[in-house]
């Protein structure tokens, strides 16, 4: 009898379904955030980690910042990629060497076109050469609210992130922006991008999956709405 037990115990074990781990997702922030930015965004079925955006090298380009944060991903088990704004890009150059499952990014662009015509003024005359890291953050707290008016509600979570900032990393963050060349991308990438977004407008955008009456900072202004959006594009774990 004991016998008996013994084998169908060994059976059933067996037969039990291999629990497959979770796959991981890798939040990546804006250059004016960080994990705050995720906060009301919620992704039940996988275990999230947000990327640690450290101080770029002076005179670091994007890829090479890319790859360089790219130690903080486990690339042994299966994993994606979200990011937001300077997160996207930064998401965009690590999906050409690393092999992420998915690619999402939000209020962000894929390529360098995709930049509004302001931005290439400033690029072309190099005046994003012209402000130091202090006053780039007093900028970013007057010109925030203004440019992105829904933000306003968040305020205190805002100012807390860009407050927050070693100055060196925003100077050197801007920079790798404003010097970024790229008009390579994977296919698949899917662009969450609103239609009131005045930061990176979404005329130039290419192939978004458009969110009505998102801005540039919805994210944590819509965490619920974005969130729905990411949870349906990963799929089921």
């Not at 059976?11 to 781990?21: D, H, N, R, V």
């Not at 890291?133 to 007057?142: V, Y």
Request: one cysteine or more; glycine letters at 6%; hydrophobic letters at 40%.
């Amino acid at each position: 009898m004991h016998k008996l037990i013994f084998i169908l115990a060994v059976g059933l074990i067996a037969l039990k379904p291999e629990i497959s781990k979770s796959e991981t997702i890798y939040l990546i922030p804006g250059q004016g955030g960080d994990y705050r930015l995720f906060q009301n965004i919620c992704i039940p079925d996988h275990e999230t980690k947000v990327l640690v955006l450290e101080t770029p090298n002076k005179g670091e380009l994007l890829p090479s910042y890319a790859r360089r944060l790219s130690v903080q991903i486990d690339t042994t088990e299966c994993f994606s990629l979200v990011g937001v704004s300077f997160g996207g890009m930064i998401a965009v150059e690590m999906a050409k060497f690393l092999d992420p499952e998915k690619v999402i990014i939000i209020s962000s662009t894929k390529s360098t076109d995709e930049f509004p015509f302001s931005y290439k003024v400033v690029k072309n005359l190099r005046m994003y050469k012209l402000f130091n890291g202090k006053l780039l953050k007093k900028m970013a707290n007057i010109a925030r609210p203004i440019a992105e008016p829904d933000s306003r509600e968040d305020h205190d979570i805002f100012s807390a992130m860009i407050n927050d900032l070693d100055p060196d990393y925003l100077k050197r963050a801007v920079e790798c922006v404003f010097t970024w060349e790229n008009t390579e991308y994977r296919e698949d990438i899917i662009h969450l991008h609103g239609t009131d977004d005045r930061t990176i407008p979404l005329r130039n955008i290419v192939n978004p999956v458009v969110v009505k009456n998102g801005s540039h900072v919805m994210v944590l202004t819509e965490g619920d709405r974005i969130g729905a959006l990411i949870n349906e594009y990963l799929g089921p774990n």
